[in-house]
């Protein structure tokens, strides 16, 4: 029997269970990947060959493209309903530049986001009875400087305020403004504009701007949803321990920005601002990482850098807050070819793959909106080669199994 919403969010029912996705670009169908290896233990284990996610996880919360997956999978769909999504959304969408993403205009069309979403969240509401568990969303509110962490907890403080306090229920929201704003990457889209006040006759009298929840350091939102469920005021209330709270965190293929200091400095300021703020987005990513592992014990733990490594049997809080493991790729890149140099021996990835990659596809692999059929083809299969080396019947614990799968 499926659980309800109320199942997945009430405390003392049981272990919790929290999926944690974060922003990529085109980059998320290889989240999708590994969600796709994911999803299938998960039915073998359950015998239900028509399981998804939202049956299993409790709170399942996202940033930018995470976002997107986010809603789509708390709304009940199954991980290759939203890979279809995507191998259509990502020629669709990032087919085509309207602007130069710099000086003048975003660089792609925002209508074409938001039609291309229009089919899984149509017009639900963060109060929408169809979200079948707990969905979280990050986002920027940039006119005044703040994170918003919005979920679909009914106890949270801002769900439904008194009619007489202006401010517009969080329940009533529309899931597809939310995930717009999510999304909305410096340069790639425009800024999203959303009714945040209004006086005693209904009128509008605040508005807010919202860029992507990256900008807010939520890129990686696994640090925001462990707080989420152990903080008080967010009201839900959940008790933490290796056995009492698990979390898989999901990444989009990693791939550390550089840039040649000589040429860095011969940009114009605002290109040199867009790498500085995406290298600040890759620094937030890993010290989220860094941060959980610190608190739990993986089973496989991710490399942080060269001085800490994997953080093999590090745990700062002595007995581990959580069952916590990251899922995750390097995205090797190699020398371009030049002259008759010999080509280094195989990257990991291509040992992964069992075959070599020409150069410029693997550097390809990185960039957020190379939305063309072979690119997302390719990350689509290194997300489920990636997710075969964490998922296994060891991973995710079977501690967590739910219930009626023992029986």
Not at 29 to 58: F, H, I, P
Not at 82 to 88: A, E, G, L, V
Not at 108 to 126: E, I, M, N, P, Y
Not at 159 to 173: E, I, L, T
């Amino acid at each position: 029997m499926a659980r309800t919403l109320e199942d997945h969010l009430t405390p003392g029912n049981g272990p919790k269970r929290i999926l944690a996705l974060d922003g990529g670009g085109v980059k998320g169908v290889l989240t999708l990947g590994m969600l796709r290896v994911l999803e299938a233990e998960l039915r073998r284990r359950s015998g239900d060959k028509n399981l998804v996610l939202s049956d299993y996880y409790d709170l399942i919360g996202g940033t930018s493209t995470g976002a997107i997956i986010a809603s789509g999978l708390a709304l009940g769909y199954a991980a290759d309903e939203m890979i279809d999504m995507y191998r259509k959304m990502g020629p669709d969408v990032f087919g085509k530049s309207v602007g130069d993403g710099i000086f003048i205009q975003a660089k792609f069309d925002s209508k074409k986001l938001r039609k291309a979403l229009q089919g899984v969240l149509s017009t639900k509401s963060l109060g929408s009875a169809d979200l079948k568990t707990g969905l979280s969303i990050c986002m920027k509110r940039i006119d005044t400087g703040s994170a918003w962490v919005l979920t679909n907890h009914p106890k949270s403080k801002y769900w439904d305020p008194s009619a007489d306090s202006g401010v517009y229920p969080n329940k009533r929201y529309r899931l597809i403004d939310l995930v717009l704003a999510s999304a909305a990457a410096p340069t790639f889209f425009d800024e999203v504009v959303i009714d945040i006040e209004y006086d005693d006759r209904g009128k509008v009298i605040q508005k807010g701007f919202f860029l992507d929840g990256a900008v807010s350091g939520n890129n990686n939102p696994s640090m925001q949803l462990l707080m989420l469920a152990l903080e008080p005021n967010y009201a839900f209330g959940w008790q933490g321990g290796a056995n009492n709270l698990m979390m898989t965190s999901c990444g989009t293929g990693l791939r550390r920005p550089r840039v040649d200091g000589a040429s860095f400095q011969g940009l114009p300021p605002g290109v040199r601002g867009v790498h500085a703020l995406r290298s600040m987005i890759y620094d937030t990513q890993v010290q989220g990482v860094m941060f959980m592992q610190a608190l739990s014990n993986p089973q496989k733990g991710w490399r942080i850098n060269s001085e800490i490594g994997e953080m093999d049997g590090v745990c700062i809080t002595g007995q581990p807050l959580l069952d916590y493991q990251r899922l995750d790729i390097l995205l090797d890149q190699k020398p371009k070819p030049r002259g008759r140099i010999a080509q280094p021996a195989s990257t990991a990835l291509e040992t992964l793959l069992n075959r070599a990659l020409p150069w410029d596809t693997m550097e390809a692999l990185d960039q957020l909106a190379n939305g063309k059929p072979d690119n997302m083809t390719l990350l689509l299969e290194i997300g489920e080669c990636a997710g075969r080396t964490f998922v296994s019947e060891t991973y995710p614990n079977p501690i967590f199994d739910l219930p009626e799968w023992r029986r």
